[in-house]
């Protein structure tokens, strides 16, 4: 702004004085003009520095998230607004959800503690899960009996006058979560077997098969549901529509299912054939070890020694490579791939869909 009042008051004053110019020295004008051409030329420059400076203004994308944000700090209130009154219309289904929850994760986590005491597993443990995982299930059951919600377990629709989003959610909610108490409890059993009726380092493969097989089966509880919910009980609605959607979500739903498949398919071959981990180590390879295993931190019992040249028992072996593809010690690879579910861990994936 300053260089225009300048160039303005420069200008005024050559009109002034134009009366006077033919009269006065030529150096007078000259000057005048180089003034103007300074100045002028000091005014391009800022203003091709002004242009420079363009690049950094911001962006139409950056101008568009802060409109975004801006919009939602002015809708957020009533964004909390919605959200506390669907939480407190569902408070019950929330609570029941949180709580099964819970006992999955505690049920869950007792579970892979035990597995990895291996022999010196607690039973009354094990029966605690049982009965603690049957009586939440039986209780959940009861209370909302008129409903019948163990008939999605059998793919059959529960007692309910209607389908909308939050009942189906209601519904695969609780099928999911009994299915899990039921692999835990399936996990329980093979773990609760004796050593005589199964070794401990076959139990990994037991483990594997179960969790396989019930993430099949919790994938195809929820398509009749999802069917009826989709075409929906109206007679108005669209049957095209309905039909669209259903071949969408049957298209998705098969390739889903074909991953399943496949790794109940690579489960059961692993079951069915030995995997050998390393060879016995013989006497002097024992005692080059020190004659104590560095995972149990005791006496070797049935050694094996990897390709590391590394030596340890058998049963605590497995049970790490259960859990790891590399040796304890130097972290070389002991295994190809990784078997997840053999620790006996249970997804905590929630199936919607």
């Not at 009042?5 to 007078?28: I, W």
């Not at 009354?124 to 009996?145: D, E, R």
């Not at 979560?177 to 050593?195: E, H, M, N, R, S």
């Not at 190809?336 to 919607?352: E, I, M, N, P, Y």
Request: glycine fraction near 6%; include cysteine; charged fraction near 20%.
């Amino acid at each position: 702004m300053w260089l225009l009042t300048v160039n303005q008051v420069l200008r005024k004053m050559q009109r002034r004085h134009s009366s006077n110019t033919d009269n006065g020295p030529p150096e007078s004008g000259h000057r005048g003009s180089s003034l103007l051409q300074h100045v002028g030329g000091d005014h391009r420059t800022h203003s091709d520095e002004g242009g420079d400076e363009q690049p950094g203004t911001p962006a139409p994308a950056l101008s568009e998230l802060k409109a975004v944000v801006c919009w939602l700090q002015k809708g957020l209130p009533f964004i909390l607004i919605l959200l506390a009154k669907v939480c407190f219309q569902h408070k019950l289904g929330i609570a029941v959800c949180i709580g099964m929850a819970s006992t999955f994760a505690y049920a869950n986590s007792t579970l892979r503690e035990q597995v990895s005491l291996k022999e010196k597993r607690s039973v009354l443990v094990i029966l605690w899960i049982l009965a603690f995982l049957a009586g939440n299930t039986l209780y959940v059951l009861y209370t909302f009996s008129s409903q019948q919600l163990y008939n999605s377990l059998i793919f059959l629709k529960p007692n309910l006058e209607t389908l909308d989003f939050f009942d189906l959610l209601w519904i695969v909610g609780i099928a999911d979560f009994v299915l899990k108490y039921v692999t835990i409890a399936l996990k329980c059993l093979v773990l609760a077997l004796p050593k005589i009726i199964l070794a401990v380092k076959s139990k990994g493969k037991f483990y594997l098969v179960i969790e396989e097989l019930s993430q099949l089966f919790r994938s195809l509880v929820p398509i009749q549901l999802w069917y009826k919910y989709i075409m929906g009980d109206d007679s108005s609605n669209s049957y095209f529509l309905g039909g669209v959607l259903i071949v969408l979500y049957s298209l998705c739903k098969s390739f889903d299912i074909c991953g399943r498949v496949g790794g109940v398919r690579k489960a059961l071959k692993l079951l069915c054939t030995s995997q050998n981990y390393g060879v016995r180590a013989t006497g002097q390879q024992c005692t080059e070890a020190g004659d104590i295993c560095a995972i149990c931190q005791a006496e070797f019992r049935e050694p094996l020694i990897l390709m590391c040249q590394h030596v340890f028992c058998e049963e605590c072996l497995c049970l790490w490579l259960d859990r790891e593809r590399t040796c304890p010690l130097c972290r070389s690879v002991a295994v190809d791939t990784l078997r997840c579910w053999k620790d006996g861990a249970t997804s905590a994936h929630f199936q919607v869909y």
